[in-house]
């Protein structure tokens, strides 16, 4: 079970939304963009400006509006003909470029380390890659877990916010970062696997 699979949802009410966005010229793209830098310029801040741990308040907030955003970048393109080439790889590499930015920060909180916070931001780029992969062995883009994009963002939002409320960290979670890292690779194993399946299936169904 993945938080992705509660999207259709999600989606029915931000509809109108999108309906009015398109009304007035608003691009999927442009939506995708839009993200992407409020995403890169947040993480950036955070890491590089050192705040106070309650600026880390920000990352719980953004991560929501921008499950909104790309839910709505994704139903402009499909619901009102906005879908583009530029478009399908915007939409894979902004999201890699702003998860990455968004967890960057987590290296400054104790008792997270550099190399596991990085460890995560590799291995979260590597399952978006395993998932846009799909097609090209004869599968659907997968979207598979446990840890998918949106769980990660549920993740990080959490510790952001706890961080944020001035919390402090118990010893045991300098393993939680090793522990999502497993789960982000549990995530690639299963997503390489289940494409592969899909496409034995797909092929077996076309002779």
Same mark, same amino acid.
């Not at 499950?67 to 402009?76: T, Y």
């Not at 879908?83 to 920060?105: C, H, I, K, M």
């Given at each position: 079970?993945?938080?992705?699979?509660?999207?259709?949802?999600? *989606?029915?009410?931000?509809?109108?939304?999108?309906?009015?966005?398109?009304?007035?010229?608003?691009?999927?793209? %442009?939506?995708?963009?839009?993200?992407?830098?409020?995403?890169?310029?947040?993480?950036?801040?955070? =890491?590089?400006?050192?705040?106070?741990?309650?600026?880390?308040?920000?990352?719980?907030?953004?991560?929501?509006?921008?499950?909104? /955003?790309?839910?709505?970048?994704?139903?402009?393109?499909?619901?009102?003909? *906005? %879908?583009?080439?530029?478009?399908?790889?915007?939409?894979?590499?902004?999201?890699?470029?702003?998860?990455?930015?968004?967890?960057?920060? /987590?290296?400054?909180?104790?008792?997270?380390?550099?190399?596991?916070?990085?460890?995560?931001?590799? !291995?979260?780029?590597?399952?978006? =890659?395993?998932?846009?992969?799909?097609?090209?062995?004869?599968?659907?883009?997968?979207?598979?877990?446990?840890?998918?994009?949106?769980?990660?963002?549920?993740? =990080?939002?959490?510790?952001?916010?706890?961080?944020?409320?001035?919390?402090?960290?118990?010893?045991?979670?300098?393993? !939680?970062?090793?522990? !999502?890292?497993?789960?982000?690779?549990?995530?690639?194993?299963?997503?390489?696997?289940?494409?592969?399946?899909?496409?034995?299936?797909?092929?077996?169904?076309? *002779?």
């Amino acid at each position: 079970m993945s938080i992705y699979e509660l999207k259709p949802r999600f *989606q029915a009410l931000l509809r109108p939304l999108v309906v009015r966005l398109h009304a007035m010229g608003v691009t999927a793209n %442009q939506v995708t963009l839009a993200a992407c830098v409020v995403s890169v310029a947040l993480g950036l801040w955070l =890491f590089f400006a050192a705040p106070s741990l309650a600026a880390f308040g920000f990352i719980p907030l953004w991560m929501f509006l921008r499950m909104a /955003f790309n839910a709505i970048d994704g139903m402009l393109a499909r619901e009102h003909n *906005q %879908q583009s080439r530029l478009g399908a790889f915007l939409n894979e590499l902004t999201d890699v470029v702003s998860d990455a930015a968004l967890y960057l920060p /987590f290296a400054l909180v104790q008792p997270f380390g550099g190399f596991w916070v990085g460890t995560v931001i590799v !291995l979260a780029g590597l399952s978006e =890659f395993a998932g846009a992969l799909g097609p090209t062995v004869g599968a659907s883009r997968r979207y598979d877990g446990p840890l998918g994009k949106s769980d990660r963002a549920f993740v =990080f939002g959490a510790l952001g916010l706890y961080v944020a409320l001035g919390g402090p960290l118990p010893g045991w979670t300098a393993w !939680l970062m090793p522990l !999502l890292a497993a789960l982000v690779a549990w995530t690639i194993v299963n997503r390489i696997r289940r494409a592969l399946a899909e496409a034995d299936t797909n092929s077996t169904g076309t *002779q």
